[in-house]
Nanobody, 124 residues
């Protein structure tokens, strides 16, 4: 099971770090994806990390403003977001698929395990 946390209210230009903790399995050979869904919009990918070799991939919407990292000892993946914009407001989810896939090819249909989301609101 996965659990995302760390969401909240942040002002435009601010930063936030989300965490995704896995329980019941070890995140040592998985691709973890961060996704988000804004009201009235489809779920979209934010970025991915391979916990096997540390490769990362970011979607254009967040590229240059986010860093995904993993701490396998803590069974946790992080999404650090900076320079946040109102359009980043969404419920953020983490998801996992076992293996070491080609990250740019991943999407929400690729993922096998999903956690409950955490709400990020960017507003002044």
């Amino acid at each position: 099971q996965l659990q995302a946390s760390g969401g909240g209210l942040v002002q435009p230009g601010g930063s936030l770090r989300l965490s995704c903790v896995a329980s019941g399995f070890t995140l040592d050979y998985y691709a973890i994806g961060w996704f988000r869904q804004a009201p009235g919009k489809e779920r979209e990918g934010v970025g991915y990390i391979s916990t096997w070799d540390g490769r990362t991939y970011y979607e254009d919407s967040i590229k240059g403003r986010a860093t995904i990292s993993s701490d396998n000892a803590k069974n946790t993946v992080y999404l650090q977001m900076n320079s946040l914009k109102p359009e980043d407001t969404a419920v953020y989810y983490c998801a996992a698929v076992r293996g070491s896939p080609y990250l740019p090819a991943l999407n929400y249909a690729s993922m096998d395990y999903w956690g409950k989301g955490t709400l990020v609101t960017v507003s002044s």
